[in-house]
């Protein structure tokens, strides 16, 4: 088979040696670089990638990555999207071609978008931005997604076991770029509700609550807005904008909404804790983390949030048990609360204290 990793870049530099010795198991790397002024493209070329320098304008994620995947050859079996702040763990390629049968379309992997302070995985879930040659076109201005043409038979797609792609970003990068290209995506396509979804989470991200609210509202009001979990997420973010607004008795109610929209998922159950907690409404702490907890399977997708796989519920747990009196059950809490965060001194404290305590009331 003949794999090529093809990217798009701009001032990347610091990113390029570790970026090809991680693609490097493929057979040739295509990169179009986009502006760089850092000497990206020609560090690319000295490591062996070929390397195209074009100037997107105006910008859009989804042109500069159709014209990247234009540089891959006709003869590509596999193609594999990455950026350079992406690295595929050794040993991906083979896993790869386990995976890979004849006339398959997507191959979808592990992801892990980010990782917390003590290196541990915080966000991961499993993508599909590995695909055969023919067929295949990237859509929308940003948050672009891979498309196959409705003229071409759409091969069927597999999981590649154990093929890992980590993602390293640079904190200091801009997304100021991302309101204004979401906005033109809803005004493109008005009725694709993922968009709808992100554009409203994006308002949030720049606390503007009502445009939140407004925008998250029409995604939920959409036909095409049908998968539970977004639809959960939105009615979280809405509360959230709430709590933004300084009325908690409104986010309260779109937590409940969320929570019944997707009782598989811990979020909502996690996110209605924590604002009781703030509240000091400890029986309802406890009721609610103990729903979270009772879900023992991470889901695969972007929605899962770190937090609510961590310490988060126990530590929870831990202190509207101590505050309720019930020392020796927020004792155990404690420690399992430390157990998923070892690096945390205020977790370790907390077990400490708690062991203090039960020790001199013995």
């Known amino acids: 088979m003949k794999v090529c990793v ?3 870049c701009k001032n990347e530099a610091q990113f390029a040696r570790r970026w090809v010795a991680s693609m490097s198991e493929a057979d040739e790397i295509y990169v179009l670089d986009t502006g760089s002024n850092d000497g990206t493209p020609q560090l690319l070329r000295s490591l062996g990638a070929h390397v195209t320098e074009e100037v997107i304008d105006p910008w859009r994620f989804d042109v500069a990555r159709n014209r990247s995947l234009e540089l891959v050859p006709e003869d590509t079996d596999i193609c594999v999207c990455t950026d350079l702040d ?13 995976a890979w049968k004849p006339g ?8 892990t978008w980010s990782f917390q302070e003590d290196g541990s995985e915080g966000v991961a879930f499993w993508i599909d931005k590995i695909h055969a040659r023919q067929g295949y076109h990237w859509a929308h201005p940003v948050h672009e997604v891979l498309t196959w043409d409705e003229t071409d038979n759409h091969g069927p797609s597999v999981t590649a076991i154990g093929v890992q792609l980590d993602h390293y970003p640079d904190p ?13 995506s809803v005004a493109e396509d008005p009725e694709d509700a993922r968009n709808m979804h992100y554009l409203g989470r994006e308002y949030l991200f720049r606390g503007r609550w009502d445009d939140c609210i407004e ?27 709430f709590l933004g607004k300084e009325e908690p008795e409104q986010a309260r109610d779109w937590y409940l909404r969320a929570i019944a929209e997707a009782p ?15 509240q000091e409404r400890w029986d309802g702490v406890l009721y609610f983390t103990s729903c979270a907890l009772e879900i023992k399977t991470r889901p695969k ?13 126990y530590d929870l747990r831990a202190i509207a048990l101590y505050q309720t009196g019930r020392l020796a059950e927020a004792l155990e809490a404690a420690k399992q609360a430390s ?9 370790r404290e907390n077990v400490a204290i708690l062991e203090e305590i039960l020790k001199k009331g013995d």
Do not use: C, V
């Open 6 to 8: 093809y990217a798009i």
């Open 215 to 241: 925008t998250l509202k029409r995604h939920l009001a959409m036909p095409r807005a049908n998968w539970a979990d977004e639809r959960a997420a939105s009615m979280r973010y809405i509360a959230k904008a």
């Open 172 to 184: 200091n990068k801009s997304r100021a770029q991302y309101l204004p290209l979401l906005e033109l």
């Open 264 to 278: 598989h998922l811990r979020e909502a159950y996690l996110d209605l804790a924590m604002l009781l907690y703030q």
């Open 86 to 98: 992406e690295l595929f763990r050794p040993g991906w390629r083979a896993k790869l071609e386990a």
């Open 339 to 347: 157990l998923l965060e070892p690096g945390s001194e205020r977790l």
């Open 104 to 111: 398959t379309g997507q191959a979808y992997y592990r992801y």
């Open 301 to 313: 997708t972007y929605i899962s949030e770190a937090a609510a796989w961590g310490s988060l519920p």
